[in-house]
Structures are given as C-alpha cells and as structure tokens.
C-alpha cells in the first residue's frame, strides 16, 4: 500500500521557508509522502530535498492581483490530477484552490495560517482588497476542518470571529546546543527577517546616530532594502551598519551567536504583526541572544514565562537607544538574560513542537 501524499502549497519559491522545510522533513520521517508546491523566480536557486519532493510554477504574473489569479487557477488545474490524500494551504491567499480540489475528489484539506493574513500592512491600507480577503475568509475559515496557526493569539482572534478552534503548532527553530558565554568582544545588534513595511528598520537605522562602540547586523532582503541603505548613506552610518542580504537558513545561527542584542520590534500598525509570535523570537532565544520586543501580547507572553529580553512600550528612537545602551551597558542583566535563553531553548525548540504536527496529521489521516 503507497503511503498517504500530503501536498503543501505556498505562494514562495521554497529557498528560505524554514517552516515549509521543518514541517514537510518531519512528516517525510514520518513515513509520509510529501511534496513542496511553489514558484519559480528569475532569482531562484535551484531547490532539492532529500525528504520530499518540491514543484515550482513558472508564471507569467509575479506580483498584483493577476499573479494571485494565475497561480490559483493554475494550482486549482495541477492539484485536480495529482495522487493525493490531504492538501494543505499556506495562508488565505492560496487556500481556496485547495478547499475546492479537496470537495471536488473527496479528499482532506488543511488551512495552515502562518498570520491573520486580512490583517497584514500589505492587506488593510487597500481597503477593497481588505474586503475580497476578509470574505474568503469568512467563506473558507467555517468550512475547513482541519487547521493550525503559529500563535495563540492568532487562534484566538479566529475564535472570536467564527467560533472555530485553530491547534496551535509554533515555527519553532531546531534544538542548538548553545554554551555559555561570559562576554562578548564587540557590540552586535541583530535584525533578521524580511525587509518590508512595519519592522521598525528605519527606526533601528535612525538609532545608531546615537549609540557608539556597536554595529547593528540586518540580515534579509525585501521592499525596504533601497530606503535603508540611503538613510545609511545619508547618515553617514556605513562603518555601523552592514547589510547581509538573504543568507541560507542553515548558515543563519553562524551569525545569530555573533550578535549581543536581537530586535524584535515590528510596528502595531497592523493587528496580524499585534498577534505574531516571529520565528525570529525563538531564532534569537536558541542562539543564546537576548533581545528587545515590541510590547505585543505574545512577546509578553514568552517574556513573563522565560524573562529573555527587554519589552519596550513605544517604538520611538530614543526608547529603542535607552533598551540598546542598558543590555550594552549592564553585564550582569545581559548574562542573566543569556542564561535564561539558553534555559527557555530546551523548550522551546522544534524537536519539542513537531510532536503536535505528527499528532494533527495522524488524526487527520485516520479520521472519515
């Protein structure tokens, strides 16, 4: 008997996805058939997995409403013929070529919500395309049954919306073994993620004016890479601040352990960035790194829990520099808060979370 085929759909090119990557090894050691469904960019490296088996889209539209219409009526046609059992979409955006393949050849489909994806910066300053996202999802929320999300609170604002549970499956980071260290040499503070609206980058680029004897590391690439390279340049901040661009998720905790200080420091502007809970909060907490939040629920949540950062009311300048200059100025809270993350990483690691992933895709399988 083949083994049951779960296929994942994400609008990404799969390069740097490290919840796609997590979760298809997982269910792949599992005994699982599993494949990778994206698209292929002019930037696209070539993508191979020993686990599962991926599928890129080579589109005619990569970006607007006309690339959302291609892939999912090209998604809709490629799933229709496919061996599958479950298939699952990745956020709002791709779900319903999966729904309707699902009712149409009877099989299981799953609604995978990496965030409240009708209430992303992109999504709620277009208030027509706010309207069309906001009714797919009282359409597809109610008739899924089968879901998950990163955050608790994620699940409870679905909850509070159409009364459905989400199980909550975190992107955790796989266990490090992290040592203890007793100081650093040099003064790092790290940014890492996506480049794009409402990260609190600008503010970041605009503190360093202020704070001597550091450098402060952005790693990633998106939107807003042009605006902060001219801030760095009209501020004259070349020898403190250094790009990375995208680096390869496995090469990412090389650089994570150099740094002093991780930011976590998304803008309220938006209810999806209030209710997140960042990969790059447990990135920063493996790696041994204490880091500034946002006050956001979910920051507070793991901080009052594990006591890992500082939380900041505003994201305003001179209170981002006043969080940067305590760690740097204060040895003994930064050891302590180091020791506490190493602590907080037996927990909160992966190889801890996939147990609810496994358990979720059992039930699914197995029930009728």
């Not at 807003?224 to 801030?231: A, E």
């Amino acid at each position: 008997m083949r083994p049951k085929k779960i296929i994942f759909t994400v609008t990404n090119d799969l390069t740097y996805d490290q919840r796609m990557l997590r979760i298809c090894t997982t269910l792949a050691q599992e005994g699982y058939s599993v494949q990778l469904v994206g698209r292929q960019l002019d930037t696209s490296k070539p993508f191979q997995n020993p686990y599962f088996t991926t599928y890129r889209f080579s589109l005619f539209f990569n970006k607007g409403k006309l690339f959302y219409i291609e892939y999912n009526v090209r998604l809709f046609f490629w799933l229709l013929f496919q061996p599958v059992d479950v298939v699952c979409g990745i956020d709002l955006d791709i779900i319903l070529p999966c729904y309707f393949v699902a009712i149409l050849r009877g099989k299981k489909c799953v609604y995978d919500a990496h965030e409240l994806y009708s209430e992303t910066p992109e999504v709620i300053r277009r208030p027509l395309i706010r309207k069309v996202w906001l009714a797919v999802e009282r359409f597809i929320v109610p008739r899924v049954k089968y879901r998950y999300t990163v955050s608790q609170s994620v699940a409870d604002e679905f909850k509070k919306r159409y009364g459905t549970h989400f199980e909550l499956i975190r992107n955790l980071p796989f266990r490090k073994e992290s040592s203890v260290v007793l100081s650093k040499t040099s003064f790092i503070i790290l940014y890492q993620g996506n480049l794009n609206e409402g990260r609190g980058l600008e503010i970041a680029v605009e503190a360093m004016k202020s704070i001597e004897n550091a450098e402060l590391w952005i790693v990633g690439d998106g939107d807003l890479m042009l605006l902060l390279r001219g801030m760095v340049s009209d501020m004259k901040l070349e020898k403190k601040v250094k790009f990375w661009g995208y680096i390869e998720p496995k090469n990412l905790p090389n650089i994570t352990q150099q740094a002093s200080v991780g930011l976590n420091i998304a803008e309220g502007k938006s209810l999806s960035y209030q209710l997140s809970l960042s990969n790059k909060t447990t990135d920063y907490i493996q790696s041994g790194l204490p880091q500034i939040f946002i006050n956001f629920i979910e920051f507070q949540r793991i901080n009052e829990e594990y006591q890992v950062g500082l939380v900041i009311d505003k994201l305003e300048t001179q209170t981002l520099v006043t969080a940067i200059k305590k760690l740097k100025d204060d040895p003994i809270l930064w050891q302590n808060l180091h020791l506490n993350c190493l602590e907080a990483a037996k927990t909160l690691n992966w190889e801890h979370e996939k147990q609810k992933l496994i358990a979720f895709y059992a039930q699914c399988l197995n029930s009728y």
